[in-house]
Structures are given as C-alpha cells and as structure tokens.
C-alpha cells in the first residue's frame, strides 16, 4: 500500500508518518515537504524506523509540484496554515493548496483532508453539543477557510473526499500547549474569562486510529464528521491537569476578556505578540471569546465503531516527556 501524507513536518503529519512507517501494510510512504532536511533532522530526534519506505519531495501548497508520482493508495492532507496573518494567506493555502493537490492525484486513492471544529464554529446557544445538522458559522478567518475548502472541494466534482473536523488536538509534539507547560512553572495561572470554558478535545493518537478507522471502515455516505477523545473538558481542567503531570501547584487566576482584547488588537502590529502566543492574534482571538466548543462525535462512530480512548491526564503527561526530551521546558 502506498499512502501520501502533506503537513509532515507537523504536529498530525509527523505523528501520522511515523506510524505509516511502522505500519507492515504500507510499502512506501510518500511526503512532500517544504524542507527534506527538516523532516528528516525530525525523525531522526524520534529513532523512527523504517524509513528505506520513505519518499522525500521538496513540495509545498499553494503550488505542489508532485511530479510523476504514479497511483497511491491513501491520501491523508494534514498541510495548511494554523495561524496566518492575513485572510489571503489562509485562503491560498488551505483553500487553492488543497485544491492543487487533489487535482494532481492520479487514480482514485481514498483521501482524508483535516479540516477543523474551527469550520463549523461553536456550539450555538442553548445547545448541550454542536452537530452536523447545526448551520456552519466559523468565527475566524482561519474557519472560513477550513468551511470555504470543504465546499470548493465539492464544487470542483472531486468524490470519495472525507472532511475529518477535529477539535483541540493534544500530543506529543504539540507545540501549541508549550505555553500552557511554562505557565504552570509558576504560582499565578491565568485564563481567559470568569467562566468555564467547555471544549471537545483529541488525542493525536485517538485522531491518528479514527483516520485509520475512516480507511478500514468509513464509507461515501459520511463526507464530513467529528471526531473526540472520551468527555468534555474545561480551560481549568487543562491548567490543573498540566500542573498536576509536571508535579505544580498554583493558582487559577480568571482574567476578564475585556483585557485581552486590546492584547488580541496588538498583534496586529507588534508580531511577537503573536509568536508568542499564536492564538492571540486578533483573527485566531475570535475563538476564544465563546465559553462552548463541544461537538458530537456519534455519526462518526456509528460509520466506523471507531471510539477514542486516551484520557487528558496521559495525553498531557506524554506530551510533557516529549517537551522535556527536546529542551523545551
């Protein structure tokens, strides 16, 4: 089996190559990076093995550029920007770059493309979970451009596509949550907001079985679905989780929205801001401000049976190793 996987150099598409590579079915596993030296320095950090399968393409969106790389048999799309500065930039990434490397496949590989929670927005008011039945209203420019892909996807008469929107990915390797592990190292923990905040939340490794699952056991009739990690979880069950794994304690300090605001504004023009802290930026802010990002996983575990199984505390706990195995804390 033959399967290609975009985003390799990050968080999902390193997890997802380095099971490719482990996986006895898969003969060659096929990733177009921007920067070969990058993912290779990357999988040599993590002793992966079985790298003889592994082709190397220096190729990124919005222009793939693939080549003659004849028929395959899985497509897993991970490539896309996370946190852009502009409305263009999300746009002709994860919208033209998507729409580029589907045109360039040959065959008809079985294809999942991440899209993202962010697509549909967050749960409407009055609602326990947000469903697929629920109207889409992304609220950044980052959702727009997941909900804009899947649509000219569909336009463009591509078929046999799988949308896997995923909420809050957890894992090693997420560099997202290093904010999260420094703060803990102090007394005073901060988060956004006097209320709680719920989120449907996935483990990389619960994502990385659901894909597996969709390729085993998905079929056309399910062009989109969610998929979770077993419960709900709040902004505070993140912080005392993260505390309790890295042996800290502290306290919960809720800071009023209204302060972040102007923070959020000032990314605009000071980047730091957003370098350090990605998701503050004044378009990626827009999704912290609602108290509610829960999802419903049940369709998709009724076309698959396939059921998350991590727990935060583990999650968090190996996602720490890997932070401590890299310096970073």
């Not at 950044?140 to 451009?145: A, Q």
């Not at 957003?274 to 990626?284: C, I, M, N, Y």
Request: glycine fraction near 8%; charged fraction near 25%; proline fraction near 7%.
């Amino acid at each position: 089996m033959r399967i290609l996987v975009t985003g390799a150099t990050g968080f999902i598409g390193r997890t997802l190559v380095l099971r490719a590579l482990r996986d006895e079915r898969v003969t060659e596993v096929i990733v177009p990076v921007r920067s070969p030296d990058k993912l290779r320095e990357q999988l040599a950090r993590e002793s992966a093995t079985g790298t003889r399968k592994l082709r190397v393409i220096k190729a990124a969106a919005p222009a793939w550029e693939l080549g003659d790389i004849g028929p395959v048999d899985r497509v897993v799309h991970c490539a896309g920007v996370l946190f852009g500065r502009t409305r263009e930039e999300y746009f002709r990434v994860n919208v033209d770059g998507t729409l580029d490397l589907l045109r360039q496949l040959s065959g008809s590989p079985r294809t999942i493309v991440l899209s993202s929670q962010s697509a549909g927005g967050p749960t409407p008011a009055g609602h326990h979970v947000k469903t697929l039945e629920h109207p889409d209203r992304p609220l950044s420019w980052y959702g727009e451009s997941k909900l804009h892909m899947e649509r000219a996807v569909r336009e463009a008469g591509h078929r046999g596509i799988f949308f896997l929107r995923a909420p809050m990915v957890l894992g090693p390797g997420d560099q997202a949550t290093l904010p999260l592990f420094r703060m803990v190292r102090g007394k005073i923990w901060t988060k956004p907001g006097r209320e709680l905040k719920h989120f449907s939340w996935v483990s990389s490794d619960d994502l990385a079985d659901a894909i597996d699952a969709w390729f085993e056991r998905g079929s056309d009739d399910l062009p989109v679905a969610h998929v979770t990690s077993p419960g709900t979880i709040t902004d505070a069950d993140l912080m005392l989780t993260a505390g309790k794994v890295s042996g800290k304690k502290g306290a919960l300090l809720p800071v009023p929205q209204m302060l972040l605001k102007p923070v959020a504004f000032a990314s605009k023009f000071i980047p730091a801001i957003g370098e350090k802290v990605p998701s503050l930026t004044a378009d990626r802010a827009r999704e912290i401000w609602p108290n509610r990002w829960v999802i419903d996983p049940d369709p998709f575990h009724a076309a698959t049976g396939w059921r998350g199984q991590a727990t935060l505390e583990d999650t968090l706990a190996r996602t720490l190793a890997w932070f401590r195995r890299e310096g970073l804390v």
